[in-house]
């Protein structure tokens, strides 16, 4: 072979090579993280509890009725996205789409329970909502909680007290 014909072969084996690497500029995926959602219900009423975690991405949200008709919001983000008129018919909230988990817990009197979602995406939102189970208006708390892309492990703890009233809240732990 003569000098000239090696070097094409050497540039043609340099640009095939170049076709089956990796990108340079890729980064790896960020891992996921644990989330861990406590429920805490002290009171002694009947309650409805839904947990969900959702990428950032997910593709709205649903609400269940006390019928059992389920209204989905495709445009829906937040909570703040579901109709006002809605909020106060609805028995359970959980977001829609690829990555999402949920959890609905139905229970008479005093329960409690841990809800693991293992591998959520970073940044991943925690939806939540408290109702009873009957009457015109079931909906008593609906929310959501975040910790950003930096955390690790989110916990989140959602607690009815002995008197009715509701509190949620997270702890968020960076690597």
């Not at 043609?12 to 805490?40: F, I, K, M, N, Q």
């Not at 028995?91 to 229970?107: A, K, M």
Request: charged share 20%; aromatic share 4%; net charge negative.
């Amino acid at each position: 072979m003569n000098t000239r014909a090696i070097g094409l072969v050497l540039a043609v084996a340099v640009l095939l090579s170049g076709c089956t690497a990796p990108p340079v500029d890729r980064t790896p995926e960020e891992p996921g993280s644990d989330v861990r959602v406590h429920v805490v219900d002290d009171h002694a009423d009947a309650s409805v509890v839904t947990v969900s975690t959702a990428p950032a991405g997910h593709e709205g949200l649903a609400v269940e009725l006390v019928n059992g008709t389920v209204l989905e919001y495709p445009d829906a983000r937040g909570t703040e996205d579901i109709p006002e008129t809605v909020v106060p018919r609805t028995v359970s909230l959980r977001p829609i789409g690829d990555g999402v988990e949920s959890r609905t817990y139905r229970w008479n009197g005093t329960q409690n329970t841990t809800a693991l979602f293992e591998n959520v995406p970073r940044n991943a939102t925690v939806f939540y909502s408290v109702a009873k189970p009957t009457g015109d208006e079931p909906m008593r708390t609906l929310g959501r909680l975040t910790c950003g892309p930096e955390a690790t492990l989110t916990e989140v703890t959602i607690r009815i007290n002995v008197d009715g009233s509701i509190a949620a809240g997270n702890n968020c732990q960076v690597d």
